[in-house]
């Protein structure tokens, strides 16, 4: 009784999970703002599920430290991601509320097998964020960075009339491309990279170090779009932002499944 109920619990968080995970995807996607709303049931439906799994567990001591290491490493992750810029708000509160589910491997022992989990606990919630910024990393830079080679190797000149070093230039091209003025006016999934230096009379590459709110883009934006229109520029240089919900929801997915990407490959293939 004790071990389907616990089995239950970690169904319901997961269950949970991944529906608040695709409706604050859909909603980053087609708006670029997530409410709190799902982070909130997450949260809620983690702890009293937690409370539950914990009462009903067999090992209430480990499974208890376990669950408190999580929720601390998640906390930890979130925070400082977010107060460094490195996320938005609605990607580190959904950490943060994914770090009170499924602090307890269910599936992948029988999967991977992997001693690392036998000889050291590794929070979850640590696995779903590596998974998050491997693929992140992978689905993001990689296919900009050969769509500029490609344009390069077409014989686009892709920096005429930009002032950049060769260092900004190669950060650019694998997060941003070079768009039309006008088709990318009307884009929110989209930031200009490129400023007006009025002492120089000459556009600049501007690289974002942290994620700008959505309120100082839009100021952002219009002041772009003036000097767009002062200076008659035909194409810009933009920044993609990456739908960060949507690399949580397929970190966490890959987690509950092959646990940490890397000790998976390791065990695999070395």
Request: charged share 20%.
């Amino acid at each position: 009784m004790a071990e389907i109920t616990t089995f239950i619990m970690l169904l319901i968080q997961m269950g949970t999970v991944i529906l608040c995970l695709l409706f604050g995807s859909y909603m980053d996607l087609r708006k670029r703002e997530v409410s709190d709303i799902p982070w909130i049931i997450m949260a809620v439906v983690g702890l009293i599920t937690t409370i539950i799994y914990i009462v009903f567990s067999e090992n209430k001591g480990s499974d208890g430290l376990r669950i408190g290491i999580n929720f601390a490493v998640g906390i930890a992750i979130g925070l400082v991601l977010y107060y460094t810029g490195m996320m938005g708000g609605a990607d580190a509160k959904a950490i943060m509320a994914l770090s009170l589910n499924t602090a307890i491997y269910p599936f992948i022992y029988d999967l991977t097998n992997l001693d690392v989990y036998t000889l050291l606990y590794v929070p979850p919630i640590f696995n779903t964020f590596f998974n998050w910024l491997l693929t992140l990393v992978l689905i993001y830079p990689l296919p900009l960075l050969f769509y500029n080679i490609y344009l390069k190797i077409k014989k686009q000149k892709l920096f005429e009339n930009t002032n950049a070093n060769f260092a900004s230039k190669f950060l650019m091209m694998i997060s941003g491309y070079l768009i039309p003025v006008e088709k990318a006016k009307n884009r929110t999934d989209i930031v200009y990279s490129e400023v007006y230096n009025e002492e120089d009379e000459e556009w600049e590459i501007k690289h974002f170090m942290q994620v700008p709110e959505i309120e100082e883009e839009e100021k952002y934006k219009q002041e772009v779009e003036e000097k767009i229109e002062k200076t008659k520029r035909k194409n810009i240089w933009v920044k993609v932002l990456p739908p960060g919900i949507v690399f949580l929801l397929l970190g966490y997915i890959l987690n509950i499944f092959l646990g940490n990407i890397l000790f998976a490959l390791y065990y695999w293939f070395l």
